[in-house]
C-alpha cells in the first residue's frame, strides 16, 4: 500500500494545513484520509458519540484534493503529526522555491492510529440525491446561537459527562428549516471555515448520510435511525 501522496502545488499544501488547523481547534483528535482515482478525501470528526448512550449526533467534515493517481490508501492519522509533516513541506517548498518548477509536492502519511471510533463510519462516496437547498446564513446562526447556548449552560468546573450531555441537546436540535439535520452541522461549516459569505448550501442525502454542500467543502451527517424514512 503506498503511504504517500502528492499535492498539486503550494496552494494546496496550505489550504490541507489550514483546513486540519481549524479542525484541530474543534476537536483534536484524528483526520480520515482516502486517497485513490487521483482523489485524496480528508474526513475530520467535528461531533459524535462517546458512547451507546451518547446523544450526539455524528458530523464530519469533508474536504477533497487532486492527488497523484497512484496513491491509494484509507488511514485515520493523528491531525497534530499530519499538521506537522505539512509544516515540514511548507518549509521545504519556501528554501527550494526557486527549483520548484511546479512538480507535485510528495507528503509522506505519519504512523496511523487505530482507536478511533468515527472512523469505522463510512460515509458513501456515491448514491448521493438532491433534496433541496438552504442559505449559508441559516448555518451560521445555528452555530451562533448554540455556541452561545453551551457557554451559558455549562458554568467553569463542570463535569465531563454534564458537559457532553448538555452539547449533544444542543447540537442535536434540528436546524430551522431543516428536517432531521441537526445544528451541529451549523457548528461544523462555521468551524471548518466552510462558510463565506452568502450562499446557497445544497442538501444531498443517501442512507442514513446527509451532506451539506459548500464552496469550501462539505458537511456530512449521520441521521439518528428514527429519523429514517422507510
Request: glycine share 10%; aromatic share 6%.
Amino acid at each position: 500500500m503506498n503511504q504517500s501522496f502528492s499535492l498539486i502545488d503550494p496552494l494546496a499544501v496550505s489550504d490541507l494545513k489550514v483546513y486540519l488547523s481549524r479542525a484541530s481547534r474543534v476537536e483534536d483528535g484524528s483526520v480520515r484520509l482516502i486517497a485513490g482515482s487521483g482523489v485524496l478525501a480528508a474526513y475530520t470528526a467535528i461531533l459524535y458519540p462517546h458512547g451507546l448512550l451518547d446523544r450526539m449526533p455524528t458530523v464530519l467534515g469533508l474536504r477533497t484534493f487532486a492527488t497523484d493517481t497512484g496513491a491509494a490508501f484509507d488511514a485515520v492519522v493523528p491531525v497534530r503529526s499530519m499538521l506537522d509533516r505539512l509544516a515540514r513541506v511548507e518549509s521545504t517548498i519556501k528554501d527550494q522555491a526557486a527549483d520548484a518548477g511546479g512538480e507535485p509536492i510528495g507528503i509522506r502519511l505519519p504512523l496511523e492510529v487505530s482507536t478511533v471510533t468515527w472512523a469505522g463510519i463510512s460515509p458513501p462516496r456515491k448514491g448521493w440525491r438532491p433534496v433541496g437547498e438552504t442559505a449559508s446564513e441559516t448555518l451560521e446562526a445555528a452555530a451562533r446561537a448554540g455556541i452561545g447556548e453551551v457557554a451559558a449552560d455549562i458554568p467553569e468546573g463542570t463535569g465531563e459527562q454534564i458537559v457532553q450531555r448538555v452539547r449533544a441537546e444542543v447540537w442535536g436540535r434540528p436546524m430551522d428549516g431543516l428536517e432531521y439535520v441537526p445544528a451541529g452541522a451549523g457548528f461544523a461549516a462555521s468551524g471548518l471555515g466552510f462558510i463565506a459569505g452568502d450562499e446557497k448550501v445544497a442538501v444531498y442525502e443517501t442512507g442514513p448520510w446527509t451532506r451539506l454542500t459548500l464552496r469550501r467543502g462539505h458537511v456530512l451527517v449521520r441521521r439518528q435511525a428514527w429519523t429514517l424514512k422507510p
